[in-house]
């Protein structure tokens, strides 16, 4: 069955970084846009970036120029560095992929929470 696993994340502080990994499993990764986004509590979850399957890539304002995200098709693996980390940017922060670019689909992962605080 399809499995997306998150790892990653935890508590760092403000000006750090983190790297998030997603670890796919259950369906043809190369052919899926893979997403990251984040939930923080009492707001809906929302696009933080996606990377299409010809490594095309759309980010969020807030987040541009501080995370990239990248994918490994040999490790089935989708990657969310995030730099300069704001305490805005504590989430629960969930893996998705999709078969359409711009569009979120119906795989999601468990989550890892990032929390940014001193």
């Known amino acids: 069955q399809v499995q997306l696993v998150e790892s990653g994340g935890g508590l760092v502080q403000p000006g750090g970084s983190l790297r998030l990994s997603c670890a796919a499993s259950?369906?043809?990764?190369?052919?899926?846009?893979m997403g990251w986004y984040r939930q923080a509590p009492g707001k809906e979850r929302g696009l933080v970036a996606q990377?299409?399957?010809?490594?095309?890539?759309n980010y969020a304002d807030s987040v541009k120029g501080r995370f990239t995200i990248f994918r490994d098709n040999a490790k089935n693996t989708v990657y969310l560095q995030m730099n300069s980390l704001k305490t805005e940017d504590t989430a629960v922060y969930y893996c998705?992929?999709?078969?359409?670019?711009?569009?979120?689909?119906?795989?999601w992962g468990q989550g890892t929470q990032v929390t940014v605080s001193s």
């Open positions: 998705n992929a999709s078969p359409f670019w711009g569009a979120k689909g119906a795989y």
């Open positions: 259950g369906f043809t990764f190369s052919n899926y846009a």
């Open positions: 990377i299409g399957i010809n490594r095309r890539t």
